[in-house]
Each structure stands twice: as structure tokens, then as C-alpha cells.
């Protein structure tokens, strides 16, 4: 990685497992957490083939097939804890990223 690139540091005191984070309709500021799973899949999906973790992907395959978010969410949870550090690592990152953006202003969530 070049010296003079930016390192993304996590801004939430706490990055949920997926599976506790889907769990959740709404966020606490009305933010769709369903509709976020899908770009997120694709996001892992594309960094385990980047990695050359043929064998995670076709998990998150498998589970995505399933069409059941807390499944998909486990799944996604359970590729983190086998895969190498660096890749553990950008998919933490996604993760963090997924749960922070769109939550200030709310993304989807039924007006009240």
C-alpha cells in the first residue's frame, strides 16, 4: 500500500456482528437495515475473490441462495473468523461502513 494513502479507521465504538445487526428491522435512526445486505454480500463476495478464498465465496453463495437475511448475516459473520488476517480485516471494514452510512439521515424507513 503507498505511504501516502489514507488507512480507514472505524468510527463506531462497537461494529455488531452481522447477524445481531440484521436482527433489527430499522436502525435506531430509521435506517433500512435489510435493504443493506445485499450491496454488502456483493462487497465480501468481491473481496474474498480477490483474495482467492474460492471456498468463503462459494459459502456466501450458498447462504445468499437461501433468500433468508439472518442466514446470509451468520454466513457472513462465520467467513470473517476463517479467512486470513488481511481479509478479515477490509471485511470488518465493510461491515463498519455498512452499518454507519445512510444512518444520520435514515434510508428507507417508514415516516412516523
Same mark, same amino acid.
Given at each position: &500500500?503507498? %505511504?501516502?494513502?489514507?488507512?480507514?479507521?472505524?468510527?463506531?465504538?462497537?461494529? /455488531?456482528?452481522? $447477524? $445481531?445487526?440484521?436482527?433489527? /428491522?430499522?436502525? /435506531?435512526?430509521?435506517?433500512?437495515?435489510?435493504c443493506?445486505?445485499?450491496? &454488502? =454480500? %456483493?462487497?465480501?463476495?468481491?473481496?474474498? +475473490?480477490?483474495?482467492? /478464498?474460492? $471456498?468463503? =465465496? !462459494?459459502?456466501? #453463495?450458498?447462504?445468499?441462495?437461501?433468500?433468508? *437475511?439472518?442466514? *446470509? =448475516?451468520? =454466513? &457472513?459473520?462465520? #467467513?470473517k473468523?476463517? @479467512?486470513?488476517?488481511e481479509?478479515?480485516?477490509?471485511? @470488518?471494514?465493510?461491515?463498519? *461502513?455498512?452499518?454507519? *452510512?445512510? !444512518?444520520? +439521515?435514515?434510508?428507507? !424507513?417508514?415516516?412516523?
Amino acid at each position: &500500500m503507498p %505511504e501516502d494513502s489514507e488507512v480507514f479507521v472505524c468510527q463506531l465504538s462497537k461494529v /455488531e456482528s452481522l $447477524e $445481531e445487526y440484521f436482527s433489527k /428491522e430499522y436502525g /435506531e435512526k430509521g435506517e433500512c437495515r435489510p435493504c443493506r445486505l445485499q450491496p &454488502m =454480500a %456483493e462487497l465480501y463476495l468481491g473481496v474474498l +475473490e480477490d483474495q482467492g /478464498e474460492t $471456498e468463503r =465465496a !462459494a459459502d456466501l #453463495i450458498n447462504a445468499y441462495e437461501s433468500g433468508d *437475511i439472518l442466514t *446470509i =448475516a451468520k =454466513a &457472513m459473520d462465520t #467467513i470473517k473468523s476463517n @479467512v486470513g488476517d488481511e481479509t478479515r480485516d477490509q471485511l @470488518v471494514n465493510l461491515d463498519c *461502513i455498512g452499518q454507519t *452510512i445512510g !444512518a444520520e +439521515e435514515g434510508d428507507g !424507513a417508514p415516516a412516523s
